[in-house]
């Protein structure tokens, strides 16, 4: 497991290459991994932009979507470069995601069993099952932007490419 202050070396050079993103990066790295407990975390480059996004997902049988993480006052984002993101999605592939990040803490299953380890009891487990197949896909139409305030609230927009009804998009 890394702390959060030992995660700078890991996202290093993509902060470097979008500084407007380095603070809104490092929050919602912890964020997604620590508050909202997603896993897999990939930090990247988009191919062919400026922009810097996190891959991960919810569940092991969810699919790998991106998140942008972004200063709460910002006009850099703009609907061309929405575009430009979308159509940047459309190049990543499972195979072509950097290594993962290590967690940052562990989880509750890992918990559990270290609990047990000690006590040499069994725990009942509360939480549904989880999926022993892992969903090898990465979603390129749902992107999910990270608005992060300076007293470090997270606020996340889910967007879809194109116009879609709110059926179209599943709840999560």
Known sequence: ??????LAPHIAHLTAASPLQAGPLSTALCDLSLAVQWC?????????????AVVGRKRKDDPLRAVLPLPLHTTALTPKELRTIFASLLEITVDSLPEALPPLAPSMADLRIQLADKTGEKQKVDEEPESSEVNDTFDPDTLYVAINDPDSTV???KLSRGIRKPHDIPDE
């Open 1 to 6: 497991m890394i702390a959060p202050q030992v």
């Open 40 to 52: 897999e975390l990939h930090p990247l480059q988009l191919p062919g932009t400026q922009w810097v």
């Open 155 to 157: 606020v996340y927009y």
